[in-house]
């Protein structure tokens, strides 16, 4: 069976989609305050790297910038923020339209059920602090059925 990276076509559509949510979530007056500060220059390539190693793909994230504890140490110690996550989530439903996915397909359908997952859970967890976040975790894999053991 293919991985969701296999079926989504590989990194150019994941870097496609890491372009079309940032685009979305900088024009969110909610989502857009994350980045106010500034955000690294290469957010979009290290993003869609991130998605396609939890999804199947190449280890490039893993290899080149980090673990899963570097990633949810980034998003946390900014207490709860719910309603964030729920236009986050919903930039990205818009941002999987804006890279030609429908609402019903079995991809678009795994890759809101692995954003919306990703974003309440693994990147939600510590939010009172980024220094409660163990060392050593790995990025969590995502398969068609949800988030892979182990």
Known sequence: MQTVYEAAGGAGFFLSLAE???AR???DEVVGHAFSHGFHPEHTRRLAAYWAEALGGPTTYSDSYGDETSVVRMHSGNGPHEDMDRRAIACF???LTDVGLSDDSPLSRALHDYFSWA????MSRYHRSADDVP???AIRQWSWDGPVSG
Do not use: F, N, P
């Open 20 to 22: 079309a949510w940032h």
């Open 93 to 95: 439903d818009q941002a």
């Open 135 to 137: 060392d050593g975790l």
């Open 25 to 27: 979530v900088l024009a």
């Open 119 to 122: 974003t309440t859970t693994t």
